[in-house]
Nanobody
Framework: QVQVVESGGGLVQPGGSLRLSCKVS????????VGWFRQTPGKERERVSC????GGSIYFEDSVTISRDNAKNTVYLQISSLKPADTAVYYC????????????????WGQGTQVTVSS
């Protein structure tokens, strides 16, 4: 059974940085595309960044870097220069079939981790 668990969220001041982690268990991460998405109340979930099986990356937000450590079954999202507008629940998702960054292509989702940017 594939499980996705995010961690690393919290309260950070504007201009600060965070590194979010996404642990995928019950699967071989190297066979999965993994994406980071975020959602604020009243808005649709949106794409932040995705990493493909081949290791390629795609970004939809500035000041983020995605990386994967297949040996640890973990994908990271480094977010820098945080702004209050970055406040959201950040979700990680994994999929073994679609090597894309479309939300509807992702089969396995985590519960999310809250990121709050405030002084």
């Amino acid at each position: 059974q594939v499980q996705v668990v995010e961690s690393g969220g919290g309260l950070v001041q504007p201009g600060g940085s965070l590194r979010l982690s996404c642990k995928v268990s019950g699967a071989t991460l190297a066979d999965y595309a993994v994406g980071w998405f975020r959602q604020t109340p009243g808005k649709e979930r949106e794409r932040v960044s995705c990493t493909s099986v081949s290791g390629g990356s795609i970004y939809f937000e500035d000041s983020v870097t995605i990386s994967r450590d297949n040996a640890k079954n973990t994908v990271y999202l480094q977010i820098s220069s945080l702004k209050p507008a970055d406040t959201a629940v950040y979700y990680c998702a994994a999929d073994p079939t679609h090597d894309s960054c479309e939300l509807t292509d992702y089969q396995y989702w985590g519960q999310g981790t809250q990121v709050t940017v405030s002084s």
